[in-house]
């Protein structure tokens, strides 16, 4: 199984990206989505995730009314939309796969089985 992040750049305080993860191989379908990001010096923290089926997501405080995480099963694909961006949402954003869809538990990082390498993403005036 490959994740692919893509749709990290520079963008102004107060800007809008999405971001996109494509995975390759395994059962998308199945598959707990999730988006984590990291700073130097700091533990990968959690962001925000989203079930199997995408009826039940999940966010972190510091994001939460600001982001929203979707899938496409279709195409394979989770998306991160981030609005309101500020500099503390700069960082590495890595998208994550789980097999297991136990809700209380896809806020750590520990349940995630698959990786993708990371897109940065920015947020600079």
């Known amino acids: 199984v490959r994740l692919v992040e893509s749709g990290g750049r520079s963008v102004q305080p107060g800007g809008s990206l999405r971001l996109s993860c494509l995975v390759f191989g395994g059962s998308f379908s199945a598959y707990a989505m999730a988006w984590f990001r990291q700073t130097p010096g700091n533990e990968r923290e959690f962001v925000a995730t989203?079930?199997?089926?995408?009826?039940?997501?999940k966010y972190a405080d510091s994001v939460k009314g600001r982001f929203t995480i979707s899938r496409d099963s279709a195409k394979s694909t989770a998306y991160l939309q981030m609005t309101s961006l500020i500099p503390d949402d700069t960082a590495i954003y890595y998208c994550a796969a789980n097999k297991n869809n136990y809700v209380p538990d896809l806020h750590l990082k520990e349940e995630y089985e698959y990786w993708g390498q990371g897109t940065q993403v920015t947020v600079s005036s």
């Open positions: 989203v079930t199997w089926n995408g009826r039940v997501t």
